[in-house]
Every structure is written in C-alpha cells, then in structure tokens.
C-alpha cells in the first residue's frame, strides 16, 4: 500500500490528467482555433469605397478542425454562412496537415488517458515494475505532451505557411473575393497548448513523489516509578 503522500501526489495526477483530456475534447470540437475579420474586396472596388467606408464591407470569420462560420458584408448589408470542413472544403485545403493535426489530437488524448490509468494504478498500489511506476508516467506525459505540441504546431504551419484561412474564407465565393485582415489563434487553440503544459505540470507533480517525508515520531511518556524510600519523604 502506498504512502498517504504518493496517494495524494498520484490523485493529483489523475486529476491534471483528466483536466487535460476535457481540454484536448474541448478544443477538438468547438469552432475557435481561428478568429479574425474580413474585407469584400470586390465590393470596395466597386464603389471605390474610402477608408471611413470600409467598416461597411468588413466582417468576421471564426473556424476550428471542423466547422465554422463566417459574416460577410459587400454592400448588401450582412450575410452569415456556415463553413464546414468536411467533406468538400477539405478537397480545396492541404487535407494531409489537416488530418494529421486530428490525428495527433487523438493520440494525445489516448496517451492522457493511459497516463490517467496509470495514476490510478500507482495510487492504490506499489508497482513491482519501474514502467509501471513514476517512469511510465513520465513517458506517458511527455507523449502526449508531445503530440499535444505537434499538434497546434503542425495547425500554426496549415495557417502561416498553407494561408488556410485564406483558402477558408473563399470556398465557393465566385462573385466576391474576400481579404483576411488579421486573424488571430481563438480559445480552442490555446487550449490545446494549455493540454500540453498540464502534462508537463504533472510530470513535476511525479517528480515530488520521490520525496519521503519524515514519519512524525511522539515521543512516549516515561511513568514516573516511585520507590519505598521516596515514600517516606
């Protein structure tokens, strides 16, 4: 049975290591990864538009892994649509980036959930095994902190490098053409990078289970024996 102190250290780690699956699930299902405001560019042409006019053909665009949605302005007042990435918009982005980036999401909430298992395991037992032990939930952590990382790597690179949100924004638009002003990382994507500092967080709160604390010890009292002659005095 282990010690009250690798009991509280390893229901710790469970803990961290749930917070992070719900974080990963979180951010693979919701629409933020990307949020940023568009320009109708063919709209400001048409009319020559200055820039006190501009805010009349500016909109806004919100997307994650597969789903979004856009507001579309160019004269006629506002428009929002739908984006979904599957199954056609996919054909006009770079589908490998895109899939491996859900892939990795997967494996790393895999690799959490082993991690979250092992936990468990090592607050209930002694493991006969080091893999089984604080070892394994280092490996545990750091994989899934690692594909973590790959992850909303590997989503910054489909966005910088592959102008995704470019791509994005003008699926089926074949009257407008619509510019990307600024775009910024929304809160889905930062809690994938928030997954990925909760492992390396609980690595460090495997780490204090290697410290032993000192049994508290009392001291017993010692019975005073008194003897016939203290009797007499």
Known sequence: MPTLWKRIVFSIGAILCIGSVALLVVALFTERWIIGTILCQTGVDLVNASNLELAQFTGDI??????????????????????????????????????????????AIGFALVSLAFCIYNARKVPYQS???????????????????LSFASFIAAVRCHQLTERVVNFRENLFHLVVLEESMGFSFWLCVASAVTHGANMLVVALSSIHLPKIQTKKQQQSTASGDDLLY
């Open 62 to 107: 919100y997307y994650g892994l597969f789903q979004g949605g856009k507001t579309r302005k160019c004269g006629l007042g506002s428009r929002h649509y739908k984006i979904y990435i599957f199954p056609n918009l996919i054909k006009k982005l770079n589908a490998g980036l895109h899939m491996i980036i859900i892939f990795f999401l997967f494996i």
């Open 131 to 149: 893999v089984k032990g604080p070892l394994g939930l280092y490996i545990w952590n750091f994989i899934a902190a690692l594909f973590c990382s």
